[in-house]
């Protein structure tokens, strides 16, 4: 496969794009790799990510510097904290590994120029025609994919846009475990996510139905009036601190994507751009590094291009179509959670533990025996009424 892939192009430096380039570069030396990112090289949506300790450990084996470097920027916590009805409860062994994002990107980027790998920012490309004089096309360039989009006739995309609302904010507050928030304002139900990502930071998830956005006036507010709305809704939880907004708030409905053909011509799709996954779940980062590695190994191992990207969506796909389905799930139970919202907190967060169907009572029971009790024991009291 060496003399095969002569030359790269990928549209995208985010974390699918340039850990691809990476890892190709890592086998194939001499192959030429230029990625065209759009967007200035500091520049980037989003606060912070997560990862699990498996992905970190799987980046290690694929390349070591990289990983320390990632390493050395990251934060870990082992608990999850729930909020219902003004009780707070913690629920222990769930380990986590988060970092803000554009520290990652950031990382893998001066990695890829180190090794000569070049990459042209603020470089949109308006024409993906114009990057066919390639041994192989990569698109990672998001849920928004021109690469996509311009070869849809071949992957026929399926985009299934959402019902609830959601905004990515920032907080000074910093949490000591991944933290899920539920309230009433005004019977309106709100949820938000919060989790830290630096020493001083927090990403700040929140979401809620369509109609509530709508109801509330959000739909009207500025981001200054949001920001304020949000911290008020979630002062308790925030212990008054403020959230923020970037460049890239704003309410948007979530968009499942994915794609019928994985496998054409010379064209590889990678992370958002080929599939999607709720955010509820923490995979989105995790998919696209997986992608990277899954493609590489498959790419560097095929007598040819074609070879390479049917073997890539053998291996991959299942893999990919489990996680989907599990985001799905979570997803779901977020549009419905009026229906669960005024249940007792034990089995409010039994709910929604195992909204996701990966996590049920025995998968509870090795991580946090006490709460597996305390919620077995508020079952069979119902039981017995």
Known sequence: ???ALKKINIVG??????????LMHNANPDTEITIWESYPPEESHGWGIVLTQGVHDVLKKCDVETHETIKALSQTWRDLTIFHKG?????????YISMSRINLIRALREACLSRGISIHFEARVDDIHSLLDCDLLVGA???NSSVRDTFAEDFQPVRDVR???????GTPQVFDAFTMMFRKREDRVFAAEAYQFSPEASTFIA?????????????????????????????????GAPVVANHSSAWRHFPIISNQTWATGKVLLLGDALHTAHFSTGSGTRLALEDAIAAARAMSAAASVADGLTEFANK????????????????????NIESVIDLDTIPFAYSAMTRSKAVDLRVLRIQDPEFARRYTEWRDQQADE
């Open 141 to 143: 360039d998001g849920a």
């Open 163 to 169: 019902n609830n609302r959601y905004i990515w904010l």
């Open 316 to 335: 991959r796909k299942p893999a990919v179509d489990r996680f989907q389905a599990t985001a799905l799930n979570s997803l779901i139970w977020y549009e």
């Open 207 to 239: 979401q809620c139905t369509d109609s509530t956005w709508k109801d509330s006036g959000l739909e009207d507010m500025t981001t200054e009036e949001t920001c304020r709305f949000v911290a008020e809704t979630f002062a308790e939880e925030l212990d």
């Open 1 to 3: 496969m060496r003399s």
């Open 13 to 22: 430096a985010g974390p699918a794009g340039t850990y691809f380039a990476l």
């Open 87 to 95: 009780t707070r409860l913690s629920l222990h062994g769930f380990p």
